[in-house]
């Protein structure tokens, strides 16, 4: 590649998260953030927020009056204003996006081209709350600017190392065969923390880490020298610990229960599951932890708790694939900035030998655990560095 601008998009369903990159004429380390942003509120009441990578705040504007109800259509005035932005002498070169799910196809990250589009759309069913947004950006830019390489990067790629042990469901094999298997979700994000512990912590790196994702969306991986074993999330994006909006692990009989009982079918028990369960349903107040927290109701206190026993589990649990624990590494949103999460979590594992220290937790320092624990570490997570590391090697291949 030569030198220019990287764009870095991981959309939702009513937001856009990008980031700019420099890119080098070489080596994949001279990718450097120059400035990040989000459209929020896309459909309602859209508002621009851009600030650059030392923080100080560039814009913070309504774009009500570009909103067209769509990410798709809004996307054109992002990259324009995007484009305006840009030092003279860097013109954008590239795009690299997160894709949440890239099947049994895709165990890397891949150029967009052919039928690649097409294969990545017949995955949308498995990940109805992201798949279809993150490929309604690449198509809104490939309707604008044809000619600019755009790279798919996977949630699920990083997880294509696990054994079956693993990735097997106790269903009949011919199910499993046809890929109703586990995937595993937030790969991006758990392959930056394996580089970054291998970069600051390279011994703990060689050995048996459990990752918490804790974000809107959440979950949980072990790393074993740094390659991932096994992982909360399975063959789509529900499973495993319950999150803002979605229910986790689930008895299969309540979906049945619920057809049979409530008239249910696919399209509503998908709302049902993936908009109406998780912190929101248990609540009934809000899917956001930090409201949650403030709020006194016993319902919201129920959601806070069930929350943090069920990711205390799961840590547990993947501490047995491991044959044991070495370190514990919270990050995403809740994972970054939630002491009273982290240290509920971290009692319910006291048996084991963690100990939060109060103080470096509550001030959300980096190493939050005391001298006689299992070592503890936040790590903030960056999906968006990984995702334009892969697109420059992709596109210098
Ligand atoms: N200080 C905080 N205390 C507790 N939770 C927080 C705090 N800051 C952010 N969060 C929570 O982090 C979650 C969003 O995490 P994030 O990783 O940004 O989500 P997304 O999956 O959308 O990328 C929300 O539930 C929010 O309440
Ligand atoms: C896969 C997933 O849950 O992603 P997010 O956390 O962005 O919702
Ligand atoms: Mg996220």
């Not at 380390?29 to 896309?42: C, E, K, N, R």
């Not at 913070?60 to 324009?80: C, F, M, Q, T």
Request: aromatic share 6%; proline share 5%.
């Amino acid at each position: 590649m030569t030198k220019g601008a990287l764009l870095v998009l991981n959309s939702g369903s009513s937001s856009v998260k990008f980031t700019i990159f420099q890119v080098g004429s070489k080596a994949q380390d001279q990718v450097s953030p120059l400035f990040a942003g989000q459209l929020t509120g896309i459909g309602t009441d859209a508002n621009l927020k851009a600030k650059t990578s030392e923080g100080k705040l560039i814009t913070n504007e309504s774009w009500a009056d570009k909103d067209r109800g769509s990410v798709p259509a809004i996307l054109p005035h992002l990259l324009e204003w995007i484009e305006t932005n840009l030092p003279a002498d860097l013109p954008l070169k590239a795009a690299g996006h997160r894709v949440v799910h890239g099947g049994e196809t895709y165990d890397k990250p891949v150029l967009v081209q052919g039928d690649v589009f097409k294969k990545l759309a017949d995955l949308s069913p498995l990940a109805p709350l992201h798949q279809p947004q993150n490929l309604a950006a690449i198509e809104a830019l490939a309707n604008s600017r044809p000619e600019l390489p755009q790279v798919a990067c996977f949630d699920t790629a990083f997880h294509q190392t696990q054994p079956p042990l693993s990735t097997t469901y106790a269903i009949p094999k011919r199910y499993t065969d046809e890929g109703v298997r586990r995937y595993g979700f937030h790969g991006l994000s758990y392959e930056y923390i394996a580089h970054n512990l291998r970069e600051n912590k390279p011994d703990l790196a060689k050995g048996r880490v459990v990752v918490a994702h804790l974000g809107n969306g959440a979950s949980l991986t072990a790393l074993d020298n740094g390659v991932s074993v096994e992982t909360s999330m399975g063959f789509s994006a529900l499973d495993g610990v319950p999150m803002g909006t979605r229910p986790g692990s689930l008895d299969a009989g309540i979906l049945i229960h619920l057809m049979r009982t409530y008239d249910m079918d696919a399209d509503d028990l998908e709302k049902l599951l993936y908009h109406q369960c998780g912190l929101l349903g248990v609540s009934n107040i809000s899917n956001d932890m930090r409201e949650l927290e403030e709020n006194s109701d016993p319902n919201a206190q129920l959601a806070v708790d069930l929350f943090s026993i069920k990711v205390a589990k799961q840590i547990a649990s993947l501490a047995i694939t491991l044959g044991g624990i070495d370190g514990l590494i919270f990050t995403a949103g809740i994972g970054e900035h939630g002491p009273i999460i982290r240290k509920k979590i971290c009692d319910y594992l006291a048996w084991i030998g963690f100990e939060l220290d109060v103080a470096a937790n509550d001030a959300n320092e980096e190493l939050i655990s005391t001298e006689s624990s299992i070592p503890v570490y936040i790590i903030p997570t960056d999906e968006e560095l990984m995702i334009a590391r892969h697109t420059v090697n992709v596109l210098s291949a």
